[in-house]
């Protein structure tokens, strides 16, 4: 079959790949590149499971075609942290109890990551158009929850997900 070469900086390492131009962004990293910490859940873009940052911004990655990333930066959850040193957001996920199986956790991590860059560049509330931009300090539980609101967790650890957000953004 056709394939086309594509070029990708994965957790600050670089990549040359010939792939069929049908592979997803999830599929690079699950199969050709062997980082397997984003899940693959429902494969269409409804539970979050596949979060990465694509160029500092989060997508699902289930619905990006790695072939459309040529030349970008992915994050995954192996660029967060190190086994020896967990980033500030995971360690606050185990403190307070932001999982209970782990499928969802590393799109849940991810989509922290963003969430709280996004209210440090001053984003807009999603839930109040007219209210001023807040600081990730100042985020409350409704926003947090509209803002990770494309991370499903079947285990519901959302209330530990949220102190979670909180003990790392004050
Ligand atoms: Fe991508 Fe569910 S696997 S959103």
Do not use: W
């Amino acid at each position: 079959p056709r394939t086309v070469g594509v070029s990708v900086t994965v957790n600050g390492e670089a990549h040359r790949l010939d792939l069929d131009p049908r592979v997803s962004l999830l599929d690079l990293l699950r199969l050709h590149l062997d980082l397997t910490g984003s899940k693959k859940g429902c494969n269409q873009g409804a539970c979050g499971a596949c979060t990465v940052l694509l160029d500092g911004e989060r997508v699902n990655a289930c619905l990006v075609l790695a072939v459309s990333c040529d030349g970008q930066e992915v994050t995954t959850i192996e660029g967060i942290g190190t086994p020896e040193a967990l980033a500030p957001i995971q360690d606050a996920f185990i403190e307070h109890d932001g999982f209970q199986c782990g499928y969802c956790t590393p799109g849940q991590i991810l989509s922290s990551v963003a969430l709280m860059d996004e209210a440090a560049r001053g984003l807009p509330s999603v839930i109040d158009v007219d209210a001023p931009p807040c600081s990730a300090a100042e985020l409350s539980d409704e926003e947090i929850s509209e803002r990770m609101s494309g991370n499903i967790c079947r285990c519901g650890a959302y209330p530990g997900i949220r102190k979670a957000i909180h003990a790392v953004a004050s």
